[in-house]
Structure formats: C-alpha cells, structure tokens
C-alpha cells in the first residue's frame, strides 16, 4: 500500500479520532510508519500529536511532540496538544505545554485562547485566565466570538462576575453560545431571575436566534426560581414556534415541571412523546423520585427495562434513592443486580447509592460491603455509611468512621454524625462536635444540627435543658426543632414544657395534625385525659384530621398494608389467630402490657385490648404466618413505633427465635433474642 498519499493516511488517522478508538489509532499510526518511514512531515505529525492527545494517550503524543523537529512545530501542532490535553481533563499538563510553545516563541490563534479559558476555569485560577484575557487583547483576538464567549464563560466560573458582565456588554457580536454560556452561568451561580433576564433579552435583542439549548437553560433558571408562569409561557412559546417534538426540549419542560411540583403536568409531556431517548425515561424517573412518588418511581424503571431502555447510572441512583426512600430492599438488591449486570456497580454515583439504599434499608452488613467493594470512595459514600450506622444506633462506629474519614467533612456529615449521637446516648461527644463544626471545620451549623443537639439532650432526660438551647440559638427555631424537644417531653412527661413546644409549632404549621397528636397523646398517657380530649375537640373545630397510623410489610413481591384494629386482610383469621398465640405465650412468659399507650379513658381489660391492635403487631403476626422461618420479617411503619409494640417485638424476637427488623418515621429496631440495636434507648 506504498501507494497511499498523505492525505489518505491522515484520514486513517481521523477515522480513529472519531470512532474513539485508540486500536485503530495504533493501527493507523503503523500504516503511516510503513508507508513513509519514521521520517514524517509536519502535516502527518501534527495529526498523530491531535489523534493521542484526544484519544487521552499523553504519553505517545508526548513523545511524537519530542520526535517532531523544532522548525515543524506548530500553533496547529501545539493546540492539538492542548485541546486534547483540555479535553481528557488534564488540565495542568494543558497549561504547561502553553507555557512551553511561548518558550518557542509560537504565537496563539483563536483555536488555541477557547482551551486556554477552559483549562484557567477548570483549575480555579482566574489570575491565569486574566492574563490569557491581556494577551488574546494584545494579539487582537478577543473580538473573536469563540474567544470572547470563552473568556466570559471562565469569568463566570471562576465567580468575577462583575468582570464577565464587562466582557459580555463589550462584544462587539454575540452568537447564540455567548447567550446560552450567559444564561447558563447565571443560574450555575444562583441567580435564576438574572438567566430570565438575559433570555427575554435574547429574544429581544434578535442578535442570534435561540436553539434548544438556550431553551433548557431557561427552563432551569425557572425551575431554581420556581419560575412557574414564565415556565409555562415558554411551553406555550415552543408549542408556537414549532418546537413541541424537539426530545430535549420535552425533556427539559418534563425536568422543570417536576421541580416546580406539577408531576401531572410532567407525565402529560412524557406521556405525550412521540420518541424517547434515554435521558427522557431518567428525567421522569428523577421527576417521582424528587417528589416522594417512590413506587411511581421504581414501576417507571421496571417498565423502561420492559421497553427495552439501558439502564445508565443516573437511572440506577435515582431509582436506588427512591428504594431508599421505600425501605424497598427487595426492589434495591434486584436493581443492585441489573446495575451489576450492566457493569456500573463500581461507578461512583451508583456505588454510593447503593450504599445509601442498604444503609436506610436497614441491612448494614449489604450497606458495608457496598462501600467497602468501591474502587473509589467520595464523600457521599462516606456519610451514606455513616448514616447507616446512624440509622441502627450504633453511634461508636459512626463515631470511628467519622475520625477515619479521608474527605473533609460537610454539612450532610455533621447531621449523620450527630444523629448517631442522639440515637447513642453520646451527648458529650455530640456536643464537642457540635462545637467544633465552625471552630475546627469552617461549617455553619444549619436547623438540622441544632435539631439533633435538642433531640440529644433531649433523649437523654435533659429536657430543660434542651428548651434553653433552643432561647440561646443564634438562628429562629424551625419546626423540626421544636418538634425534637415536643417528642422529647412526651418520652419524659414534661406535660408544661410540651405544651410551649407545641404551642410553637401551631404557629409554625397549623395544619400538621401530627403535632396536636402529640400533644394529646403526652396528656393522655400521663393521665391529663381533660386536656387531652380538649386538644382533639380543637382539632375538629378548625378542621384538621388525624393521618392515619399505618405499618407494612413485603412478601412475595406484594405490600401489605395494615392500619390499627385492621381486620380487612384476606387472611385475617389466620393473623388473629397468631395474635392470640402470641398473647398467651408471652402472658405465660411474665410478659406485662404498658397500657399508658392506650390513648383513651377506659378500663384496664380495654387498655390492654387497644394496645394489642397496633399496626406493627398485627403486620408482625402476618409476618410470621405468611414468611418462613429463617426469613428476616421486616416491618415499616409511617410513626414512630410505641413502647410497649417495642417491648412487645422485643419479647416476641425470644419465643419465635426470629430477627425482626421495624423502621419507623425516625430509625430502625433490629430485634434478635429478646433484644434490639437500639438498646432502649430511643
């Protein structure tokens, strides 16, 4: 093939470029060496240098660049180098080869200033990228459209604003790049109604005609703004336009709807393509999963693997979170599996999901294999495990993993690692960390720290002085405050002090029938059956309706859902069969009901009757008729579990010789051998 020209061999050379493929590449680079020997001209070498550098093969390029004569290097040889470079992220090495051409006295073009603001942007050093903003002035090319849009896209990212506005007002020509990097900027940096703005400018000025990713970029500016009507002004505008079956667009309104909480509206669209891609089914998915939909969630990700849909990474996470969310573990290790399957386990946003989604399942010992199988550990990984163990209790390995970090930690850590603390007992320790958040680690503690310290000393029977924390906070109490120290007083019978905390939060949340719960049910269980009965009388004068207490469980790929007294279930007679069992073995064991837990003014045969018929009880007892034995029975519940259903499972874990997980509204309860994780101290 001595035949082949030049040009044809720089083709070769090409074609491996675009089909990313450094085999071929190789290949063609052995053509080349056949073909003309290792003498080449600076055309061939320059394609070589371009064709390693993009395919991220530093090391060939580096010495093909040490192989090439000085006299045949390049602006077009050195950009190569640099855009490649750029492009792989290897930034440093980009701006050290910059730093070597000007050695060589070879002068930039307007190819080589848009790698040079990228790579200035990516390293964080807006010193580098002014002097690249002198010298592209100087050598008179930052009237250049792609100069000028690079410069001010590292100003933005670099946060000189003030510096990328200049720029942007001094263009002297702006193409529709310059307009989306603005836009796109402006709510990168947290000022959606300034990205508005520069949209209804665009649209304004007519400089350049806005494509679909001006469009999406709007479309997020007004879902961080929460932007509704100015949203839906821009449907009805592509609608108009003749851009309603535009795949990203619809994906885009699909995104913007679900984070401005309209889910019909984002089904409506989704439902309404005529093509899906990919990134459509993930958009809905993040859409339910965002919303709490859980189970709309993960029944979307099934039906898209029935539609034939690859699952990426970011479906996986999503669809992990909503399992999470569920305490869905079943559904988590069946997608844990396709994520094996498809070979992202070991990827680092889907890793670190799985590792969330064992940890709020309740399955520790998935939850440490997870992480400890990753090849590369992020932050999130961390505080997910941590978390984890925050969940179960166990605040002494909480405590170990926090010293053992190898991230800095941030604010999501602080909120684990004082939880741990709260559900542990370590009032101490949390307090010192809570203290050395701003002191030691540079973070503000935010309404969920403070939160967790009320509901530590609050655990801990330090209720007062829990209350005079909250009065000396720097910050106004929020609901999740006031509402640790009301849980507080209802563990401790601090019946005055409650009704200050929920005094605050009526004001806070009129609405939320879970507080007035509260406080009627801390009356009714230390006998202030008046003020108890007061509080629910209130509660149907203006309205507001208790949410029911429900418990589930999964057998056989089905939930079942119980509420109180529940005797709905096809195989009732059975479950009351089991309950009677139950009752008698245990009575027979010196087991002693806590009727304090019957919220009504009746007899003590009728106390006993109610508090058998909680809904985590009689999910127990399907649970146990319907699981075979060896099976963990795992019970959830949307409140949080009562103390004698607490000591009741604990004693029931002895005589059925079974391990029964509950995760209610607040953690989990691992009962084995008349004993639970939590140690009683919940």
């Known amino acids: 093939m001595s035949f082949l020209s030049p040009k044809s061999l720089a083709s070769f050379v090409e074609a491996a470029v675009s089909s990313q493929s450094p085999r071929q590449g190789g290949a063609a680079h052995a053509q080349v060496i056949k073909t003309l020997g290792l003498s080449l001209n600076s055309f061939l070498s320059n394609h070589l240098i371009n064709m390693y550098s993009k395919l991220d093969r530093p090391e060939p390029a580096r010495i093909l660049l040490s192989l090439t004569p000085p006299h045949f290097r390049s602006v077009v040889t050195w950009t190569s180098l640099i855009s490649g470079n750029v492009q792989n992220g290897h930034f440093s090495s980009a701006l050290s080869y910059f730093a070597t051409m000007r050695r060589e006295c070879i002068q930039p073009n307007d190819f080589t200033f848009p790698c040079l603001f990228k790579a200035s942007a990516s390293v964080r050093s807006p010193f580098l990228g002014r002097q690249f903003h002198g010298l592209a002035t100087k050598l008179l090319l930052i009237d250049d459209v792609f100069v000028a849009c690079s410069a001010f896209d590292m100003y933005s990212k670099t946060g000189f604003l003030s510096d990328a506005d200049k720029l942007f007002d001094e263009m002297p020509y702006r193409n529709v790049a310059t307009w989306n990097a603005c836009i796109s900027n402006a709510v990168l940096n947290g000022k959606p109604h300034e990205g508005v703005r520069k949209f209804v400018q665009l649209l304004r000025y007519e400089e350049a005609a806005p494509n679909s990713i001006s469009f999406c970029a709007f479309l997020n500016a007004c879902s961080d703004g929460n932007f509704l009507t100015q949203g839906q002004q821009l449907h009805g505008y592509l609608i108009k336009q003749g851009h309603e079956s535009e795949v990203s667009i619809l994906n885009g309104l699909i995104d913007f709807y679900g984070k401005c909480h309209k889910i019909q509206f984002s089904k409506k669209v989704f439902d309404g393509m005529g093509e899906r891609n990919s990134v459509s089914w993930c958009s809905m998915l993040a859409v339910y999963e965002q919303n709490d939909m859980g189970e709309m969630a993960c029944g979307l990700f099934f039906k898209a693997r029935r539609a034939g849909v690859e699952p990426t990474d970011f479906m996986v996470s999503s669809v ?204 009714a269980a230390s006998g202030q059956w008046e003020e108890a009965n007061l509080v629910r009388k209130e509660m149907k004068e203006v309205g507001i309706k208790k949410g ?3 418990s589930w469980i999964s057998v056989k790929n089905s939930v079942h859902v119980f509420q109180a007294k529940d005797v709905s279930h096809s195989r009732n007679v059975e479950i009351q069969a089991m309950l009677v069992k139950l009752r008698k073995d245990m009575k027979a064991a010196g087991y002693t009901p806590d009727t304090k837990l019957a919220l009504y003014d009746i007899e003590d045969e009728e106390k006993e009757n109610e508090v058998w018929a909680h809904s985590e ?29 607490h000591s009741a499972i604990k004693f029931i874990s002895g005589i059925v010789g079974r391990e029964i997980i509950v995760r209610d509204n607040n953690r989990f309860h691992r009962f084995v051998d008349n004993k639970c994780s939590c140690g009683d101290y919940w």
């Open 320 to 523: 992990l979170s909503a399992c999470a969310g569920l305490a869905a573990l079943e559904s988590g290790r069946v997608v844990h599996g396709l994520a094996v399957k498809a070979c992202i386990e070991e990827n680092i946003f889907v890793g670190s999901a799985l590792v969330d989604m064992y940890g709020k399942c309740g399955s520790i010992e998935d939850c440490e294999r997870a992480f400890f199988m990753l090849p590369n550990r992020n932050l999130i990984c961390w505080n997910a495990l941590i978390g984890g163990y925050a969940h179960q209790g166990r605040a002494d390995v909480a405590l170990e993993l926090f010293r053992e970090m190898t991230y800095p930690p941030n604010y999501v850590t602080f909120v684990c690692v004082l939880t741990a603390c709260s559900r542990g007992g370590l009032v101490n320790e949390g307090l010192d960390i809570f203290d050395s958040m701003k002191s030691k680690y540079g973070v503000n503690p935010g309404a969920e720290h403070y939160a967790c310290v009320v509901d530590m000393l609050g655990r801990a029977g330090q209720v007062e002085r829990a209350h005079s924390f909250i009065q000396q906070m720097r910050i106004r109490p929020t609901i999740s405050i006031w509402g640790a120290l009301l849980g507080a007083c209802k563990m401790h019978g601090k019946s005055e002090l409650g009704k200050i905390a929920a005094e605050n939060l009526f004001e806070l949340d009129p609405q939320d029938s879970g507080n007035h719960v509260l406080l009627s049910n801390m009356f």
């Open 548 to 550: 029911a207490g429900c």
């Open 617 to 645: 009880k009689i999910a127990l007892a399907f649970g146990l008729i319907a699981l075979p034995r060896g099976v963990p029975i795992r019970i959830t519940k949307n409140l949080r579990v009562c103390v004698d259903c």
